[in-house]
């Protein structure tokens, strides 16, 4: 029984892993952060692709990339560029804000 | 911060009932002189669990973001190796524990090495210190966005209880069952641990590392906001998310009943055959 309790994670990580490597393309968006908010405020992505957003920290404070309609969240140190990933969204569309500026507010449209 | 302060407390309270055994046992024997030394050996103890606290926050800011994340997301996953071990494969310890450190301690008294004591307050204190460490890193690594100072009031309030908690133990507190508070605190930082489980891999997610399988398998939040009270309390207590990806759900059900099941065994441990006892004979 241990043994399988150990090995039930190695195997779960070896399916969710496989299929992230099989798919060749992002779709990439740039997003930046500036003290005035997100520059765009609005990002589109094509529906069922894996997406990147690459977001640069040019305000003069850390952030955080929070949507809790993206199932993400992340810091971003002033200064610094990370990204992102969402895969497989369905057409709609999923708003993100700065969960340390909360008047940030962005939405990515997926179609 | 409700986990911080559950964490706090259940570690703060394993260590406070070590010294406070030692100072029991010292108490009795007449030889109030090795006191000081548990003392000296506890306080050294935490001093050092602070100071690998903020070291490690100072190592972590030096890495680049991506290796920040991945270091956090295995923060995590030991985090939950560790919480996993400490809830089930330790329960049985506790009433072992009086024993085993009396007789060390009374050891170090006969031959007259009261640094011997320090050194038994020193690693006792120590292993609850740093485990508290690591669990208090998983949990600001879930969330990201953790403020100094509520995780500090929660902290000490957590400390705190452990101390009054130790106190009624020690004062002989008749209605204090502290086995029914390891196993609740127990099954909650199971249900803690697995939110940890399901955030590490939320961080590989979204790191593009590992495939989320299906991006939402549901989505709750007419019912609980993410950023709603209760939202908070419960992303704090399970990990709880309005639209988690299918990776986190599996992950939550692969851990929680197994591990469950597994303290329910210790709890109850079944006598390994031929143990000596005369078989019932039937009539």
């Known amino acids: ?111 | 911060m409700i986990e911080t302060l559950l964490i706090v407390w259940r570690e703060s309270l394993e260590a406070a009932l070590i010294v406070g055994i030692l100072l029991t046992f010292l108490g009795r024997a007449g030889e109030e002189s090795g006191i000081r030394y548990v003392w000296g050996g506890s306080a050294a103890a935490l001093m050092v669990a602070l100071f690998c606290a903020a070291a490690s926050g100072s190592v972590m800011a030096e890495l680049d973001p991506d290796t920040q994340e991945i270091v956090q997301a295995g923060i995590l996953f030991v985090a939950v190796v560790v919480l996993t071990w400490m809830v089930v494969w330790m329960h049985g310890h506790a009433t072992g524990l009086r024993g085993d450190l009396e007789r060390r301690a009374s050891a170090a008294v006969a031959t007259g090495r009261h640094l011997g004591l320090a050194m038994i307050a020193f690693v006792a204190v120590f292993r609850e210190g740093i485990e508290t460490v690591l669990f208090l890193w998983g949990v600001v690594a879930q969330h990201g966005n953790v403020t100094a100072l509520p995780m500090v009031v929660a902290g000490l309030a957590g400390g705190g209880l452990a101390i009054a908690t130790a106190m009624l133990f020690f004062r002989g507190f008749k209605q204090l069952d502290l086995r029914t508070f390891f196993r609740v605190t127990g099954i909650l930082l199971l249900l803690v641990a697995a939110g940890l489980l399901s955030s590490g891999l939320n961080k590989l997610i979204g790191l593009g590392l590992v495939s989320p399988i299906v991006p939402q398998v549901w989505n709750t939040s007419w019912l609980i906001r993410d950023d709603s009270v209760l939202g908070s309390v419960l992303s704090a207590l399970v990990g709880y998310r309005s639209r988690p990806s299918l990776l986190e759900v599996l992950a939550f059900v692969a851990y929680v009943p197994p591990m469950l099941w597994a303290l329910r065994r210790a709890e109850h441990p079944r006598r390994p055959a031929g143990d000596g006892r005369p078989v019932p004979r039937a009539a």
């Not at chain 1, 393309?25 to 990147?52: C, K, M, W, Y």
């Not at chain 1, 809790?68 to 990933?85: D, K, P």
């Open chain 1, 1 to 111: 029984m241990l043994r399988i309790v150990l090995l039930a994670p190695l195997l779960l990580a070896a399916t969710a892993a496989a299929p992230a490597f099989a798919i060749a393309e992002d779709h990439t968006i740039a997003l930046a952060v500036t003290d005035a908010g997100f520059d765009p405020a609005e990002i589109q992505a094509p529906a069922g692709s894996r997406v990147r957003i690459e977001i640069t920290n040019k305000s003069s404070a850390a952030i955080e990339f929070e949507s809790f309609e993206l199932n993400r969240e992340r810091v971003i140190q002033s200064g610094q560029t990370v990204s992102v990933y969402v895969t497989g969204l369905d057409a709609g569309s999923y708003a993100f804000f700065d969960d340390f500026h909360q008047e940030r507010k962005g939405t990515l449209v997926v179609r």
